[in-house]
C-alpha cells in the first residue's frame, strides 16, 4: 500500500526544474507533500484532493491524477533552500484519513 | 504556529526497559499520530487518536502502546524496548478528520543499547 516515489534521489543546479513523482497502487482520496530538511521536522506543502486539481505557491506546484492514482511535485527554478527529502502522503480508501507515506526522494540543489 | 512538542531529542535506553516517549500540541487539534522513520522506508504509523482516550493501531503497532489521557497530550509507550526499536519516533498533529496538513513535531531519536 505504500506509494513509490520516484526518483530515490536527485542533484540539481540552482535554477534547474526537477520533477518528483507519486504513484499508488490503491484509488486515492487525497496526496499530501512534505519536506523534510536534515535533522528537522517534515514540514507541509500542500495537499491535493480528487478533481485532478494543480496547486502551487512560489514555484513550487503540483498535479493529482486520480485516475492514474499519481501525483506529481514541480519545482521550477531550485533554490538551494530547496534541498531537503520530500515525502508524499496518501489517503486511501478505508485508512481512516490517515497518510501512507512513501520512502521519500532526496534533493540537493548545489550552487 | 501550531507546536508539536516532543519532550525528549535524544534518548538511549537499555533492552528490556519500559520507555515513555511524551508529545504536546497548543493548538487543541483533535487527531495525533505517532510514526517511526527508518532510513529507506520513509515514515511508518505505529499509532494514532482521534480524541481523547481513543487510540487505534497503526501499521506497525508491535511492540508499543498508546495513552491519551488528555487532548493535548499523547504519549507513546515502549512496553519492553528492544534494539529493532533503534530509530526516529515523529508526533503529528491535524485539527480533525478532513483536508489538513500534519504539523510534525521535531522529532525523538531512541537508541536501544
Known amino acids: 500500500q505504500q506509494p513509490v516515489q520516484s526518483p530515490q534521489a536527485v542533484i540539481l543546479r540552482e535554477g534547474e526544474d526537477a520533477v518528483i513523482n507519486c504513484s499508488s497502487s490503491k484509488a486515492l482520496y487525497s496526496v499530501h507533500w512534505y519536506r523534510q530538511k536534515h535533522g528537522e521536522a517534515p514540514v507541509f506543502l500542500m495537499i491535493l484532493l480528487k478533481g485532478g486539481e494543480q496547486k502551487g505557491h512560489d514555484k513550487i506546484s503540483a498535479s493529482f491524477n486520480e485516475k492514474k492514482q499519481q501525483s506529481s511535485l514541480y519545482l521550477t527554478a531550485s533554490q538551494l533552500s530547496y534541498s531537503g527529502t520530500y515525502f508524499c502522503?496518501?489517503?486511501?480508501?478505508?485508512?481512516?484519513?490517515?497518510?501512507?507515506f512513501g520512502k521519500g526522494t532526496k534533493l540537493s540543489v548545489k550552487p | 504556529d501550531v507546536k508539536v512538542t516532543q519532550s525528549s531529542r535524544y534518548l538511549v535506553k537499555r533492552t528490556g526497559e519500559k520507555v515513555f516517549l511524551e508529545c504536546v500540541q497548543d493548538m487543541d487539534h483533535e487527531n495525533m499520530f505517532w510514526y517511526r522513520q527508518d532510513p529507506g522506508l520513509g515514515l511508518r504509523l505505529i499509532y494514532f487518536?482521534?480524541?481523547?482516550?481513543?487510540?487505534e493501531k497503526g501499521d506497525i503497532p508491535e511492540g508499543y502502546s498508546v495513552s491519551r489521557e488528555k487532548k493535548e497530550r499523547f504519549s507513546l509507550i515502549l512496553e519492553s524496548a528492544s534494539t529493532n526499536q533503534t530509530s526516529m519516533y515523529l508526533c503529528a498533529s491535524t485539527p480533525g478528520q478532513g483536508t489538513y496538513g500534519y504539523t510534525f513535531g521535531s522529532g525523538t531519536r531512541l537508541t536501544v543499547v
Open positions: 487518536s482521534y480524541d481523547v482516550k481513543m487510540k
Open positions: 502522503g496518501t489517503e486511501i480508501g478505508g485508512s481512516q484519513g490517515n497518510l501512507i
